[in-house]
Nanobody, 125 residues
Framework: VIELVQSGGGSVRAGGSLTLSCTAS????????MGWYRQVPGKARDLLAR???????????TYAESAGGRFTVSKDDLKNSLSLHMRDLEPEDTAMHYC???????????????WGQGSQVTVSS
């Protein structure tokens, strides 16, 4: 089991910036592949950024087109935390944001996702 605790979020005016953070913990894995998604009511949860790991040295972060170069992630491996840095926010970015994590096996990231509790981001015009 992986436990995820999110922090950050809130309300901001258009053009502003916010950072969300997420910390993973648990007894099963030594490290985690992590990512960020967002969801608006009535729609599916959409990917923002997600890292992959081959279990050895190759690590890659994929960004969704919706991230638009405005969103970046940073990882602190010692703390097992992943932060989402958002800038130039638009009202269309208003959504509940979720952190996810998958355990890392010697061959790479597990497929099963664990989810954080969600952080609301509201952008006003």
């Amino acid at each position: 089991v992986i436990e995820l605790v999110q922090s950050g979020g809130g309300s901001v005016r258009a053009g502003g910036s916010l950072t969300l953070s997420c910390t993973a913990s648990g007894d099963t894995y030594n490290s985690y592949c992590m990512g960020w998604y967002r969801q608006v009511p009535g729609k599916a949860r959409d990917l923002l950024a997600r890292e992959e790991n081959d279990g050895r040295t190759t690590r890659r972060t994929t960004y969704a087109e919706s991230a638009g170069g405005r969103f970046t992630v940073s990882k602190d491996d010692l703390k097992n935390s992943l932060s989402l840095h958002m800038r130039d926010l638009e009202p269309e970015d208003t959504a509940m944001h979720y952190c996810e994590a998958r355990g890392v096996w010697p061959w790479g990231c597990d497929a099963f996702q664990y989810w954080g509790q969600g952080s609301q981001v509201t952008v006003s015009s």
